[in-house]
């Protein structure tokens, strides 16, 4: 099971923007995602990249397509997240998260996958 160490957290004035990392001790799995958490709400999917095809694909909730941009670069075991123009919503606990299989159809599933890591916190102030 991989260990997955997220970093690049903090805390910025709306509109500023921050980027995410998430090193994995292994490459092993395929799918791979960013979900969040906010103060007393349930864990969302953020976006997710699947890597077992001829070229990643990637897929962003609506809330932060066209802000945010999940990569990988698998040289360096690493999973970004690129987060513009940052609202105070977007604060919460973020985490990294992979699997091995599973489909488009279940990928904002917390559930749906198997390993995690800490988080990173990001704070957004109005």
């Known amino acids: 099971q991989p260990q997955l160490v997220e970093s690049g957290g903090g805390s910025v004035q709306a509109g500023g923007a921050l980027r995410l990392s998430c090193t994995a001790s292994?490459?092993?799995?395929?799918?791979m995602a960013w979900f969040r958490q906010a103060p007393g709400k349930e864990r969302e999917a953020v976006a997710a990249?699947?890597?077992?095809?001829?070229?990643?694909?990637?897929m962003h909730v609506n809330a932060v397509r066209g802000r945010f941009t999940i990569s990988e670069d698998n040289a360096k075991h690493t999973l970004s997240l690129q987060m513009n123009n940052l609202k105070p919503e977007d604060t919460a606990m973020y985490y990294c998260?992979?699997?091995?299989?599973?489909?488009?159809?279940?990928?904002?599933?917390?559930?749906?996958?198997?390993?995690w890591g800490q988080g990173t916190e990001v704070t957004v102030s109005s």
């Open positions: 998260a992979a699997r091995w299989g599973g489909t488009w159809g279940d990928w904002q599933d917390q559930h749906a996958w198997s390993d």
């Open positions: 292994e490459w092993t799995r395929s799918w």
């Open positions: 990249i699947f890597t077992g095809g001829p070229s990643p694909f990637a």
